[in-house]
């Protein structure tokens, strides 16, 4: 399936052939190449070398948004048509909730390597999360909990089917860790809301922890590593 971006002139930026809401075939954007090849160098950018491309980042992850078009489009000539109102379009149209725009800044609101200090909100925080790990390292982060290892914040994810689909990634077979994140904020713990159904946090302490009651089956494992496939071949 060929997904591209079009902005409704009622409705703004979407990423398909016609607007959701009205039907109408508003103005092209991107190409579905286009999107993913943007995608992917703006990830790498804002979450870990932003100094390779000479963008100043703030401690709060921002950079300057003209400053960043400029610098692709002079490092790269396949982003010599890269213009500001697409790369609001990506983060407008980003279902993961990626990166963050806010007047003339952008970031990426998870997955730094880089040293940021990031503010994002700390309100509605379901009472449990949960976070996929390996067989072998299961115990010891029960025992020890969990701190950041190639990242600068921890990731939870929102739901157990959202943990799995993070663990295959990773593992063959996941075990999926539940974080009692109602108790760790009422003890001062900072959670805070990243992209759509993923927080972060600087650590999980070990009384937070616990092996979640419902584990991936086989055949969920299937299915997830059937959907990583597809996803990898367009």
């Avoid at 993961?96 to 730094?112: I, S």
């Avoid at 290892?149 to 739901?159: F, G």
Wanted: some cysteine.
């Amino acid at each position: 399936m060929i997904v591209m971006i079009r902005e409704c002139e009622e409705h703004g930026y979407y990423r398909d052939e016609e607007c959701p809401t009205c039907g109408e075939r508003g103005k092209f954007i991107m190409s579905d190449e286009e999107m993913v090849n943007l995608g992917k160098t703006t990830a790498g950018l804002l979450r870990h070398f932003s100094d390779k491309y000479g963008l100043e980042m703030d401690e709060r992850g921002w950079v300057d948004k003209e400053h960043y078009v400029k610098a692709l489009r002079n490092r790269q000539k396949r982003f010599h048509w890269l213009r500001g109102y697409h790369l609001e379009a990506l983060i407008a149209t980003d279902k993961k909730g990626r990166y963050q725009m806010e007047g003339n800044h952008v970031r990426a609101t998870y997955g730094h390597s880089l040293d940021v200090d990031l503010d994002l909100p700390t309100d509605d925080i379901p009472e449990k999360l949960y976070i996929p790990t390996t067989e072998k390292e299961a115990e010891l982060l029960l025992e020890g909990g969990i701190k950041p290892s190639d990242r600068t914040y921890i990731h939870l994810s929102e739901d157990y089917d959202s943990a799995v689909g993070a663990g295959v990634v990773r593992t063959e077979n996941p075990v999926i860790l539940k974080v009692d994140s109602k108790k760790a904020v009422e003890e001062g713990e900072t959670i805070m809301r990243a992209g759509k159904g993923v927080y972060i946090t600087k650590r999980v302490e070990p009384e937070y922890l616990s092996i979640n009651d419902k584990q991936p089956t086989e055949e969920e494992l299937e299915g997830y590593e059937k959907e990583k496939l597809i996803r990898e071949s367009k």
